[in-house]
């Protein structure tokens, strides 16, 4: 049993911490690049000196971090599903884009596959507003709605369709700056929304969205890049646990 634990340890903690460098490479070094890394690194540190640790730990340890590997793995998971069972009609009045980081004015791959996807509920919807939502964050020489403008109008998006809410610097701002330009343009409950983000999000993201008064929103999922889908869910259950508890 214990060649088989030390197996898992060193296999989860190099699957883990590979994942926090390439996401790091790929873009940023971000919180859930961070934690995995974290994660990963302590991970392969037990199993490589798995037989060492056996006299100075608990013996129950081995067993009680291959549940905890289990249950994780499996909270992240469900985030991911959850995330893709998207309830929209193709037909709201307004579409919001949540943000993600830039760096200096160049769209990351989460925020580039939330705007793809907003391209082709807007080629469906031709009728939809959008908002793009975002504020400026370190590292950021632009805010993320302005970047998210630019990028649409390159994808053929029409500027007089697009508004800009760049003050925002979390998912609850988001729908809460959002909500407040979208009342006061269109009238207190006088439109229907959806908004986009990655699928990892979708869970908390349409908490917030109720929590700030969005009770009827809809939303549509955008695809995670494979290198980033450990690091992303990591942050995001940490997240979602920090909610619950405060």
């Known amino acids: 049993m214990h060649t088989a634990l030390r197996i898992i340890f060193i296999t989860v903690g190099l699957a883990v911490s590979v994942s926090g460098v390439a996401s790091s490479l790929g873009f940023s070094f971000t919180l859930g690049t961070a934690l995995s890394l974290v994660v990963g690194i302590s991970l392969l540190l037990y199993g490589v000196f798995y037989k060492r640790l056996l006299s100075l730990l608990p013996k129950w340890l081995p067993l009680a971090v291959c549940a905890l590997i289990a249950l994780v793995a499996l909270l992240v998971a469900a985030l991911y599903i959850c995330g893709t069972n998207d309830n929209s009609d193709n037909k709201e009045d307004v579409l919001i884009v949540l943000g993600a980081g830039i760096k200096g004015s160049e769209v990351g791959s989460s925020l580039k596959s939330r705007l ?17 939502s975002g504020g400026q964050g370190r590292g950021e020489d632009i805010s993320e709605a302005l970047a998210m403008e630019r990028y649409l109008v390159e994808g053929g998006i029409a500027p007089e369709r697009i508004i800009k809410e760049d003050r925002s610097t979390s998912t609850y701002e988001n729908f ?11 009238g207190i409950g006088n439109y229907r929304a959806v908004f986009i983000t990655n699928s990892f999000h979708i869970f908390r993201a349409e908490s917030l969205a109720k929590e700030c008064g969005l009770e009827n929103i809809t939303h549509i999922h955008a695809s995670t890049q494979i290198h980033t889908v450990i690091p992303n869910g990591l942050r995001e259950l940490l997240a979602v646990v920090s909610q619950v508890i405060f």
């Open 116 to 132: 793809d996807t907003a391209i082709e509920y807007c080629n469906i919807n031709k009728q939809a507003l959008v908002v793009v």
């Open 176 to 186: 809460k700056f959002s909500k407040a330009i979208l009342d006061e343009k269109l």
